[in-house]
Structures are given as C-alpha cells and as structure tokens.
C-alpha cells in the first residue's frame, strides 16, 4: 500500500496537506523524511546497501536506515518505526539524537523529483550484527565500517562507485558528528 505523506513547505513548515508518495514524487512536493545513523561505542558507522530494485541509486551504500515520514507521524516516530522495518531493531525514541535538518533536493532521469528535508539522527548500535534483519526490497546488506574507512571510502568517492556521489557533503557532516560522539 502507498504511503501518505505530509507536504511541507520550500523551508520545511507544515502545510496541513498531504499526498501519496507517488504524487510528491512526481509533483516534487516538499516534505520529510527520517535519517537514522548508527554507529558504535568502538568507532564504527553501519551502512545499508540499497536494494537492487530502488528506483534511485540501486546497490550503492548509504544511510544505516531512512524513510520518508508518514501523513500524521512526527518525525520521530517516523524513526523508530523506520528502523523496526528495515533492519529488524526496536529502540525508543530517547535513543535519538538528532544533529539535523539536511535539506536535498534532486531531479531524476526516471521522472522523480525529491525534495527531502533529511532529519538526521545518530543512534548507538547496542546489539551484535547478526541481531538485524535488512528488509527485502529495502536493504540488500549490511556493513559496518571504521570511522576511516568510512572517510577514505568517501574521498574516493568520484570513482569508486560506492556511495551516493551528490551526498558526499552530507556523509561528511555525519562522519564530523559520529567522531564527536565516539571520541
């Protein structure tokens, strides 16, 4: 079934309107999603490998977990329930920090036009690797990564085919945030 989604506006306020995902896509309605970065008490940051059947960007590693934030859910909620689907993890909402608000917005050649508002949150990942379930047509894997590799993985970027290249700024942001909360 197709999500419902709350328009928001060019700079983020409610507009009391919403819209299926479809229609947002096709239409570039503004509106929010969830961004949820986990990483661990020794340094590490989980990247999820986006599903061969996403129509943006299959394959290439990304965000531990995010989703588009459903008509009439805060964004929180948005969060938690984001992370019970796509990796199998129930938290509570007090387990979020968020660092953010990422604004994105991107055309496509596949006729979607994305005009995201990333509320971004970082999340200590308190259970083994082996505890999480990546949701099929979601997730195609799991990894964890060292805060080096992860900026290595990153610098290379241009040419390694591996992360979302346009996201480059964003993923910097959030390696400056993990590191802050790791050290």
């Not at 928001?8 to 503004?30: C, D, M, N």
């Not at 949820?36 to 999820?48: C, H, K, R, V």
Request: hydrophobic share 40%; net charge negative; aromatic share 10%.
């Amino acid at each position: 079934m197709e999500e419902n989604i709350d328009i928001v506006t060019k700079t983020g306020e409610p507009t009391r309107k919403t819209a299926l995902k479809s229609e947002i896509h096709s239409k570039g309605y503004y509106h929010n999603t969830a961004h949820i970065w986990f990483y661990t008490e020794d340094g590490q940051i989980l990247l999820a490998q986006r599903a061969a059947s996403k129509a943006i960007y299959p394959l290439l590693w990304d965000v531990s977990v995010a989703g588009h934030v459903d008509a009439g859910e805060t964004i929180e909620q948005a969060a938690v329930r984001e992370i019970q689907e796509e990796i199998g993890l129930t938290i509570s909402e007090t387990d979020l920090h968020k660092i953010g608000v990422f604004p994105c917005f991107q055309s496509y050649e596949n006729g979607i036009i994305d005009n995201e508002f990333h509320h971004t949150f970082l999340v200590k990942l308190q259970v083994s690797m082996e505890n999480l379930i990546p949701q099929p047509g979601e997730v195609e894997a799991l990894q964890l990564v060292t805060l080096n590799q992860f900026k290595s993985l990153l610098e290379q970027s241009e040419t390694n085919g591996y992360f979302v290249v346009t996201n480059v700024g964003y993923y910097e942001t959030v390696l400056k945030a993990i590191t802050s909360f790791t050290l």
